[in-house]
C-alpha cells in the first residue's frame, strides 16, 4: 500500500524550531520528487518546499534562510527543517511525492500524506 505519513508537528512559539518527516511506503521512492506543502485556515495550499531525486531544491521566497528540506533516500524519509518560525507559519502541512515532475504545482504530485498541524504561537 502506498503511503506518506507525517510527523514531528506541534505548537511552538515564535522563533522556535520543528522538524518534520515524511516516511514513505509501498514503492521505492528514490526516484520521486517530494515537496513540502502547507494549508491555513481559510487559505489556499501552497507549496513551500521541494527536493529532487538528486537533491536539487526550490523554495518559496517566504521560507528563505529559514526552512530546509532534505531526504534520506535509504530511509524512504523526507524532512522538512523549520527554524526561526513565525504565526503566519501557522498551517497544516502536507508531504507529497510525485514520479514526473519537479514542481511547484501541487496538481502534478501523484501521492499525500494526510497532514501534520503546525502551529506557532506569538
Known amino acids: 500500500q502506498v503511503q506518506l505519513v507525517e510527523s514531528g508537528g506541534g505548537l511552538v512559539q515564535a522563533g522556535g524550531s520543528l522538524r518534520l518527516s515524511c516516511a514513505a511506503s509501498?514503492?521505492?521512492?528514490?526516484?520521486?520528487?517530494m515537496g513540502w506543502f502547507r494549508q491555513a485556515p481559510g487559505k489556499e495550499r501552497e507549496f513551500v518546499e521541494v527536493?529532487?531525486?538528486?537533491?536539487?531544491?526550490d523554495y518559496v521566497e517566504s521560507v528563505k534562510g529559514r526552512f530546509t528540506i532534505s531526504r534520506d533516500n535509504a530511509k524512504n524519509t523526507v524532512y522538512l527543517q523549520m527554524n526561526s518560525l513565525k504565526p503566519e507559519d501557522t498551517a497544516v502541512y502536507y508531504c507529497?511525492?510525485?514520479?514526473?515532475?519537479?514542481?511547484?504545482?501541487?496538481?502534478?504530485?501523484?501521492?499525500w500524506g494526510q497532514g501534520t498541524q503546525v502551529t506557532v504561537s506569538s
Open positions: 509501498g514503492r521505492t521512492w528514490g526516484s520521486y520528487v
Open positions: 527536493i529532487s531525486s538528486g537533491g536539487t531544491t
Open positions: 507529497a511525492a510525485g514520479a514526473r515532475w519537479y514542481t511547484r504545482d501541487g496538481a502534478r504530485y501523484d501521492y
